[in-house]
């Protein structure tokens, strides 16, 4: 019986991640969170540089990868607010907002699940949005699935972080407007995003929200 139940919740648990992966490739924010959240965190860009290249974009992106090099190479901030978030999904997630003498430059939001997690930092300049870095990690199993649950499931695998499928994808604004959209997989695939429209309106939504947390 014990063996048919965790069964039983496995099969759920992975049709539930395959429901958020296609709400996902339909730019869905909803996440399915889980009490061992903290167990694994997808670390933060720090120190990194840009290497998007576009010959028609070149001088365009120049002062977006310049921008994004400075804020991600900072270790001193004048304020760092952190905030849940609720609404996005079962228990939430959590933000973090970043402010210099200057003003807000950064706002990192983190969104938990099951069977993955999504990392997503925004990067100002001027005041307005300049880069959108986002993470997203689908697990090969559910956070709980340790070797003994594998076991007792005659699995031939247990949860593994380095088994995630990663795509991570990088939007350039100018002006406030998408200019740019890159996604790669953790193959090194690169694709352009088919509705940039669409990829626009949903960070800029997103932003909002996220920003109505601090009122």
Do not use: C
Not at 13 to 31: C, D, E, P, R
Not at 69 to 98: C, D, H, L, P
Not at 113 to 139: A, H, P, T, W
Not at 143 to 166: C, G
């Amino acid at each position: 019986m014990k063996n048919r139940f965790l069964h039983g919740v496995f099969i759920v648990l992975i049709s539930l991640g395959s429901a958020y992966a296609q709400k996902s490739n339909a730019q869905s924010s909803v996440f399915f969170t889980t009490k061992a959240k903290d167990t694994v965190r997808i670390n933060e860009t720090f120190n990194e540089q840009d290497t998007t290249n576009s010959k028609s974009l070149k001088n365009r992106l120049k002062p977006i990868q310049a921008n994004f090099k400075r804020i991600n190479s900072m270790t001193k901030w004048t304020s760092v607010q952190k905030k849940n978030i609720e609404g996005e999904s079962a228990e939430g997630g959590e933000a973090a907002f970043y402010y210099t003498d200057k003003g807000l430059e950064k706002v990192i939001a983190r969104n938990y699940g099951e069977m993955g997690q999504e990392l997503i930092e925004y990067y100002l300049l001027n005041g307005q949005l300049s880069f959108v870095f986002e993470k997203d990690y689908r697990y090969n199993r559910p956070l709980f699935y340790d070797a003994k649950v594998m076991k007792e499931n005659n699995d031939t695998e247990a949860f593994d972080l380095r088994k995630s499928k990663i795509t991570m994808t990088r939007n350039y604004f100018e002006n406030g407007n998408v200019i740019l959209i890159n996604a790669t997989t953790g193959r090194g695939y690169n694709f352009s995003a088919d509705y940039p429209d669409e990829q626009e309106k949903k960070i800029k939504e997103d932003f909002k929200r996220l920003l109505k947390l601090m009122d």
